[in-house]
């Protein structure tokens, strides 16, 4: 986690390089069910409480639609239901299990602190 100048804690999605081995020791650590094997179709709704989401256009989708895999030969990570485990732990826990080393720092998905609890409380359906 970095810190900036004006004290905002900033933090990034975790993503899976093509390091894989496919060992799966990271996906049933993950609090978000983020976390899917390669060729696997991901779901909002899996691990979560989000039942339908709204799009930034109005309209609403059911969370239980399938959706296509992000990588097909490794593991990967669907960046808008990792949290970087804010909440949950004190540190990512696929970095932490993962016996290569795999799983890091995504440039391409960076938000504070603040965004990732308010993630947090959005798949969970928790009052903020
Ligand atoms: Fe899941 Fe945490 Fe890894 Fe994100 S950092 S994918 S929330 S285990
Ligand atoms: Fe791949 Fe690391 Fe997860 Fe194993 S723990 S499946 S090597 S990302």
């Not at 256009?57 to 059911?62: A, F």
Request: glycine share 4%.
């Amino acid at each position: 986690m970095l810190l900036c100048r004006n004290k905002i804690a900033i933090t990034m999605a975790i993503i899976i390089t093509s390091e894989c081995i496919n060992c799966n020791a990271c996906e049933p650590e993950c609090p978000n069910n983020a976390i899917y094997e390669g060729g696997a179709s991901w779901r909002f709704s899996d691990g979560t409480k989000l039942t339908e989401i709204e799009l930034e256009d109005g309209t609403r989708m059911d969370g239980s639609l399938a959706n296509d895999p992000i990588s097909n030969d490794v593991y990967y990570i669907v960046p808008s239901k990792c949290t970087e485990c804010i909440g949950f732990h004190e540190e990512p826990q696929c970095a932490s299990v993962c016996p290569v080393d795999c799983c890091v720092p995504d440039p391409d998905n960076v938000e504070d602190q603040e965004t990732l609890l308010a993630k947090k409380a959005w798949l969970h359906a928790e009052l903020v």
